[in-house]
């Protein structure tokens, strides 16, 4: 589900709107899904799996990082495998969307828009990480170096 965030009511975002901010947001089913095959489908060269989970070390500085405000020089691009998640993007207008994210879920947000990423209160995720270019990964924080 996506919606606008501050709005007076919770307004969902369509995926033509949501196209429209440069952001995809399908359901690809799981009982078919072969990574490699999405991968070159859509247009990526690298993809690695990450999993966070009460078990992964320093989580909370993890998760710390992931909430602040940021962006990255390529897409960030994951299919979710197992779990739950929400991402926070930033409109092409400079509001707050939220997309929620699970089992079967693949999003996209585009390379130097803002975002933010927060588990659910399950506190598990493990999903598929699809790259252009693996050299473009670093964060860049809002307010810092180039970040505006
Ligand atoms: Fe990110």
């Known amino acids: 589900m996506a919606f606008w965030l501050n709005a007076c009511v919770n307004l969902r975002l369509s995926e033509q709107e949501l196209k429209e901010q440069g952001i995809s947001?399908?359901?690809l089913d799981p009982s078919n899904f072969d990574a490699e095959m999405e991968k070159r489908n859509l247009?990526?060269?690298?993809?690695?799996i990450v999993e966070l989970n009460s078990n992964t070390p320093n989580l909370d500085i993890l998760l710390s990082k992931f909430r602040r405000e940021h962006f990255h020089r390529d897409d960030e691009s994951r299919?979710?495998?197992?779990?739950d998640g929400f991402f926070d993007i930033r409109s092409l207008d400079d509001r707050w969307i939220r997309i929620s994210v699970t089992d079967?879920?693949?999003i996209s947000i585009p390379a130097f828009r803002y975002h933010k990423f927060e588990l659910t209160q399950i506190e598990r995720i493990k999903?598929?990480?699809f790259f252009k270019d693996d050299h473009s990964w670093e964060p860049i924080y809002r307010g810092e170096q180039n970040g505006k």
């Open 25 to 27: 947001y399908l359901f």
């Open 43 to 48: 247009g990526y060269k690298h993809h690695d």
């Open 79 to 83: 299919y979710v495998l197992d779990g």
């Open 104 to 106: 079967g879920d693949y």
């Open 127 to 129: 999903a598929v990480r």
